[in-house]
């Protein structure tokens, strides 16, 4: 019995990351930019969520708005990022694909070497820790898995109908689709493409951002270089998983996140266990099965994906 409510309960807490990235990713593809610098964004939110309690704190107890000072700082630099991106995509028109590339590159790099001048090692900090919601985490198995986190894992479930509501509810919604399924006839209807898919790489990057600061300031209360460790490039993998559906993009973090957590706790409560190096490589293997054999859902995609628009050479 441990064993399983160790593994939902961690599921429910890991997957928070995963979550808010891949739903940024989503408002990204939905205005047709593939943005593979998720990565790159995430990192720099990861270190900015980390710096700004260390440097006022150290490894002791900040107050708890300097940690949301940290969440802030890490959501408003992914938007900044993710408004450079769309300077490279969008009004230069480069591939999306390697300057998605190339944004990671720099992300990871400029919080790799941002890392080494201002903190120069690994270091600890306290950040945001679980509080359990009195009454509702006494509640045998089901409090324990889903009433003991940090307000900040409760934040990222919440994004889940924010979002859908927001893309399927709301006029600039209706905008972010049609730009990303026929921009042309969106342009025509008096929508300006260029600002709509700013804003939703602004949108997306600010999630991404957060999501970094999040990994280091619920979750591994430190900064290093491989902190991301692929789940930029895995929650670009959900969203084609998810069909581009907020709920089975939840859907799928979840699962990922579940298998993740299933193959750590299998080295733990089965030690020798000795087939531990492929329940390390389930997760992906998972990602990449499902991708292959639901070909189907790339028609369900926009449109206009990954394609750049210009009004005055029809393209």
């Avoid at 080494?116 to 600890?124: C, E, H, L, P, V």
């Amino acid at each position: 019995m441990d064993f399983i409510v160790n593994t939902l309960t961690l599921t429910v807490r890991f997957s928070a990351a995963l979550l808010m990235a891949s739903m940024g990713e989503m408002f990204n593809q939905k205005a047709g930019i593939f943005n593979l610098g998720c990565e790159g964004i995430m990192s720099m939110g990861a270190f900015l969520g980390m710096l700004i309690p260390f440097s006022i704190g150290g490894a002791s107890a900040v107050p708890w708005y300097v940690n949301i000072l940290g969440l802030l700082a890490a959501t408003v630099c992914g938007a900044l990022l993710g408004l450079l991106f769309g300077i490279i995509v969008i009004t230069f028109r480069a591939p999306q694909g390697i300057a998605g590339i190339g944004m990671q590159m720099f992300g990871v790099g400029l919080a790799g070497t941002f890392f080494r001048s201002y903190i120069g090692g690994t270091q600890s900090i306290t950040g945001i820790n679980a509080t359990a919601i009195p009454g509702l985490s006494r509640i045998p198995i089901i409090g324990e898995v889903f009433f003991t986190h940090n307000p900040v894992v409760y934040f990222a479930y919440l994004m889940v109908p924010v979002a859908w509501y927001v893309i399927y509810k709301t006029p600039w919604g209706l905008k972010v689709r049609a730009v990303g399924t026929h921009p042309r006839a969106a342009d025509s209807l008096g929508i300006n493409v260029t600002k709509v898919r700013y804003q939703s790489l602004a949108v997306g990057g600010a999630m991404a951002g957060f999501a970094g600061a999040f990994l280091t300031l619920c979750q591994a209360k430190m900064f290093n270089a491989g902190i991301i460790n692929g789940r930029g490039f895995i929650a670009v993998a959900l969203v084609y998983f998810g069909k581009w559906h907020p709920v089975k993009i939840f859907l799928g973090a979840v699962l990922f996140t579940f298998a993740q957590v299933f193959q750590t706790q299998i080295q733990i409560f089965v030690p020798q266990f000795q087939y531990y190096e492929f329940l390390t490589m389930l997760p992906y293997i998972l990602v990449i099965v499902v991708l292959a054999f639901n070909r189907e859902s790339n028609k369900l995609g926009p449109a206009a994906l990954g394609k750049s628009f210009n009004r005055e050479m029809r393209v």
